[in-house]
């Protein structure tokens, strides 16, 4: 037999063992995960005669002994194992376990201590023990493995399995800190510790666990004062919707950050305007105006502010506005960078003042400064809308068309398609409407798409229902009048509808929309009617869940009766899977229920 045929044969040998060995390999894998211990046990003693080295072979063959209650078996292998020089110390955990299922415990700590000793030998084996003692729930062996570890090799860091640890075990100042270290020591990301650590509070201040983290945050905060500390606890008021005690600390930290977290500020005022804490964004706002030395940054406080103060306008109170606003103006002028200060005084003098004159002049004088191609989206957007509260409707529509095409890639041209599509339907033009809104139903926005929706839906039921669309144009009217802050005549003309065009398609459109005007009007009890008749006679309709999550909103937040909130907010998690309203529906409920909410 010459050279070349023997090393053929010998190639084919070894490719025909790999392919033995690796079919056994996936059958004694295939056969344990499938509960057929008597087969697996077979391949698996094959594996381990012929690869005594391999951990997996070797832990795969005692689960089969101790699945099959053949302790002694699995005790003569490991105590064979633990001689091997090689052997792993998870081995010994393993052994101590096998005598825990033969009832003698007193015997598996033992080897529970010898695998906890063999870490002075090699930290790096922390890891793996403290893994294999949590697996078989022994956890203060494997908070001893982890601990042991880091102490020996400081490199180490296993803070978020003793985390989790301490955790299970209710240790909750401990878990605190163990999360905090990582953070302290920059082993991984804030937004990681912080899910975890929000798992563990609630909304409640006096809540023991929210009591807990503030007390190891001020703990830390003596020990190792920084700045860390102040945005942790920030965090936390945040969480607890104290949103004044967040501004202290992040007054603290704007002193010695030198400045430099301005940002902070602004994002806590957005919060407390969100949460209608708006004494504290008050306060908030009026301080980022006293110590920012940004033009633009004290512009937006300032808008805020105003914005904050129209919030329950009077007419002194308007009075003072303008007068804020024409100070502003003269203060930053009309320049590219503060846009938002026109756009703004424009929006004023044509919602709250009903004088667009002005303001259409402003806005067309502003277009004529060089700007970038956004910007000027953004205040043709907003001069077309004050066109359109001044019915000048194909003005308007030439400019929302230019958006349109300018950013149509951007949400912003999308906006700019409904609202063509929106100021059609104003003017009577319901087929262009039609077109615009069939294009918007795929919308990347989930807000314009539902809204693109509701309109086209409307349209389209009550062209097909009346050749004459007269409700249609009635309805069309009435809620070009409620964008004109007309809210008595809007709800007139929906009354018209709900008188004269009763059992038509329209009539659960008037009611939600007259609805709508009626909280505005603080008219919850006429409100209230108008939803709970959508409910109870239009449930299958398309704007069923937008009764039962505006009859929720309305028990939850004004009428301070939170069972009835549940049962509708439950109605929309049940009934309404698909819904927009579906997410904070069942937020609110979870909340209502008394569930930490993360």
């Known amino acids: ?84 020089s090689y052997a792993f110390p998870t081995f010994y955990i393993e052994l101590g376990y096998n005598f825990t299922l033969k009832n003698e415990s007193d015997k ?46 400081p490199d180490l860091n296993y803070d978020f399995q003793l985390a989790r640890i301490y955790g299970e075990q209710g240790n909750i100042a401990k878990m605190y800190q163990s999360y905090l270290n990582l953070i302290w020591e920059g082993r991984t990301s804030r937004s990681n510790v912080l899910r975890n650590i929000d798992d563990f509070i609630s909304e409640d201040p006096s809540n023991e666990n929210n009591v807990l983290l503030r007390k190891v945050l001020l703990q830390n905060a003596q020990k190792t004062p920084d700045i860390l500390w102040n945005e942790l606890l920030s965090w936390l008021f945040v969480q607890q919707k104290q949103y004044n005690s967040a501004f202290g600390q ?10 430099q977290s301005i940002n902070r500020l602004e994002n806590l005022g957005d919060i407390a305007v969100e ?7 008050t306060s908030i706002y009026q301080y980022i105006v006293d110590n920012s030395e940004n033009p633009r940054t004290k512009l937006n406080a300032e808008l805020n502010l105003i914005d904050i103060a129209l919030e329950n306008p009077t007419k002194k109170i308007l009075e003072n506005v303008e007068k804020k606003f024409q100070s502003l103006v003269e203060e930053y ?7 938002q200060l026109q756009i703004a005084y424009a929006n004023f003098l044509t919602f709250k003042k009903e004088d667009p004159e002005p303001a259409i002049a402003m806005l067309k004088q502003s277009l004529e400064i060089p700007m970038g191609r956004m910007i000027m989206a953004y205040v043709k957007l907003a001069l077309g809308d004050i066109l359109v509260f001044d019915q000048r409707f194909n003005e308007a529509l030439i400019l929302f068309t230019q958006v349109q095409k300018s950013v149509k890639n951007d949400v912003l041209g999308q906006n700019a398609r409904f609202k063509v599509a929106q100021t059609s339907f104003y003017k009577g033009d319901f087929d262009w409407a039609l077109t615009q809104l069939k294009v918007l139903r795929s919308s990347t926005s ?14 389209s039921d009550n062209s097909l229902e009346d050749s004459t669309q007269t409700a249609l144009k009635k309805y069309a009217r009435a809620d070009l009048l409620a964008y004109q802050n007309k809210n008595k005549e809007a709800i007139k003309v929906l009354e018209d509808i709900l008188q004269n065009h009763k059992g038509e398609k329209i009539e659960d459109e008037a009611l939600l929309k007259q609805a709508k005007l009626l909280v505005d009007q603080k008219n919850y009890e006429a409100a209230k009617f108008n939803y709970q008749k959508i409910v109870e006679f239009y449930s299958d309709g398309i704007l069923a869940d937008d009764a039962h999550f505006a009859l929720g909103e309305l028990y939850d937040n004004i009428l301070n009766e939170p069972e ?16 927009y309203y579906f997410p904070q529906a069942r937020k609110n409920f979870r909340r209502l229920r008394g569930d930490a909410i993360n």
């Open 446 to 459: 989930q807000l314009i798409a539902n809204d693109a929706m509701q309109l086209s839906l409307l349209i």
């Open 333 to 339: 002028g009309n320049q590219s960078t503060t846009l």
């Open 275 to 281: 949460d209608k804490d708006l004494e504290t964004a």
């Open 108 to 153: 598996a700590s033992t080897y529970y201590d010898k695998a906890i000793n063999k870490i002075e030998d090699n930290p790096n084996f922390g890891y793996s023990v403290g893994y294999r003692f949590q697996k078989y729930a022994l956890l203060d062996y494997a908070i001893q493995a982890y601990t042991k570890a880091m102490e020996l090799k």
């Open 564 to 579: 009835k909130a549940k049962i509708h907010y439950e109605k929309i998690i049940y009934n309404y899977e698909d819904s």
């Open 250 to 259: 992040e007054k603290a930290i704007y002193k010695r950050s030198e400045g």
């Open 1 to 84: 037999m010459n050279m070349s045929l023997q090393r053929l044969l010998f190639l084919l040998l070894m490719v025909f063992s790999v392919i033995g060995w690796s079919q056994e390999d996936f059958l004694a894998k295939q056969y344990l995960q499938d509960g057929e211990y008597e087969k697996a046990v077979v391949f698996y003693e094959k594996l381990v005669e012929t690869n005594p080295r391999r951990t997996d072979y070797a832990e795969g063959l005692v689960a089969c002994y101790q699945q099959l209650e053949r302790y002694d078996e699995a005790q003569a292998f490991l105590l064979k194992k633990i001689e091997d």
